[in-house]
């Protein structure tokens, strides 16, 4: 069937539209800007496969924008939460789960002693932020353009994802008062922070960034620039905050972090900390965390906070990526992906995170990327089965699920597409 037919999605479409503003319940999800009318309607998923309503079986690299190393409709994932179900599905109080969860977040992660549990990865950036300037008196942040620390006030300016997607560089709603205090630099320009922070460093709460950019492509550090940053949070007195909502646990189980060798102060995460369900965290050393309350006087909260059925997936995963041979194997799938993809256009790759650029340049930093041409590559590869993220501003996520038949029979659609 070809694109865009079925009746069962065009009637959804129609409903979707009058119900829910613009369709969809994620701007990312909506597919005008790759030229495509009516987004997909999932039905089910399997693996490395997505079945949609209208009956077609696509091979799948969005993998939930990045939450499943072991791929969709996991089987030990399923079964524990379903246990989990059973025994409720949220009690609002404190559970065994949720302590051995932070533990394993906490033994993973080098720069961690203290985590606390929250719903979505905008969550812990919204948090992390009030606690970096609670913890510092001090109310300004740098973040760099491109950068994508969900939908929060102060981190909505320059942003990449489905802003960049949308062309949107600043939302309505947003009072000017807040942006005011958030300094915009460009990815990997060493010279260009230091200057921020010389000039903006006394009243400098952190700096925030995705140590892997994935929300502009994707996007790796230049060498010495995670150092850097490190070097001018410890001249100014600043927090550094990694956000690896993206990154943690899918470059490496110690996240970009453990890969590059610095270690941030504040660190965020999300989608695979929870094992596909609705769970993010942050965290960072004890004297900063006991800032929160009731420990503290930061106040932070939530009444789905630390979800038994979020919990027992995160836990489900975080242990059995525990076994080196994952990453090991989820680096060598992605090592065979890039080596194919790479006669076809410019691949950038970091871990199991990589984009598939249409142009012949690298990308150093945000850059206006040539959507026309990604439009048409997604549309081909779309018709032979084969779903890439709608924007050239994402990444593709490899995950155990992706065996040399998916990356070669990928390989061989873009190889049509593009050759
Ligand atoms: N980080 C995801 C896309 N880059 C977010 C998914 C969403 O916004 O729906």
């Known amino acids: 069937m070809a694109v865009g037919e079925g009746l069962e999605r065009s009637e959804l479409w129609h409903r979707a539209q009058k119900l829910i503003p613009g369709g969809v319940n994620s701007p990312v999800r909506a597919m005008r800007s790759v030229g495509i009318p009516e987004p997909l309607f999932v039905k089910r998923a399997s693996g490395a496969y997505l079945e949609t309503t209208d009956g077609r079986r696509l091979l799948d690299w969005v993998q ?47 720069s961690v002693e203290q985590v606390r549990l929250v719903s979505s990865g905008t969550e812990a950036a919204m948090s992390a932020l009030r606690l970096a300037r609670g913890f510092t008196h001090r109310d300004r942040i740098i973040k760099f353009a491109g950068c994508y620390h969900g939908h929060a006030d102060p981190f909505l300016a320059a942003a990449g994802s489905g802003l960049a997607t949308l062309g949107i560089p600043a939302s309505p709603g947003v009072p000017s008062a807040v942006t005011a205090d958030t300094i915009i630099v460009d990815y990997n320009d060493i010279d260009a922070t230091a200057a921020a922070v010389e000039r903006y460093g006394e009243g400098l709460a952190a700096i925030i960034v995705e140590p892997v950019a994935g929300n502009m492509g994707c996007v790796p550090p230049a060498p010495g620039f995670l150092e850097a940053l490190r070097a001018l949070c410890d001249a100014s007195g600043a927090l550094l905050i990694f956000d690896e909502v993206i990154t943690g646990f899918r470059v490496g189980r110690s996240g970009a972090q453990g890969r590059f060798g610095v270690m941030p102060d504040l660190t965020i995460l999300g989608k695979i900390v929870g094992g596909g369900l609705p769970l993010a965290a942050f965290g960072g050393r004890t004297e900063i965390m006991g800032r929160l309350a009731p420990a503290g006087d930061v106040y932070q909260a939530g009444t789905l906070s630390g979800n038994p059925l979020a919990t027992a997936a995160g836990l489900s995963v975080l242990r059995r990526l525990r076994d080196p041979k994952v990453y090991e194997e989820l680096e060598r799938r992605s090592a065979r992906l890039e080596a194919g993809l790479a006669p076809y256009g410019h691949v950038q790759r970091v871990g199991a995170m990589l984009t598939f650029f249409t142009g012949s340049d690298p990308v150093t930093h945000f850059v206006d990327l040539d959507t026309d041409r990604y439009a048409e590559v997604f549309r081909g590869l779309l018709d032979q089965g084969v779903y890439l993220a709608p924007s050239q501003y994402e990444c593709m996520f490899p995950s155990l699920a992706h065996g040399d038949d998916e990356i070669d029979r990928t390989i061989a659609a873009v190889a049509a597409v593009c050759g």
């Open 64 to 110: 939930s924008w990045g939450p499943l190393p072991f791929g969709h409709a996991d089987p030990e994932t399923i079964e524990v939460v379903r246990a989990a179900a059973l025994d409720g599905t949220t009690y609002g109080a404190s559970t065994e789960r949720e302590v051995d969860l932070a533990g394993e977040i906490a033994d993973a992660l080098p």
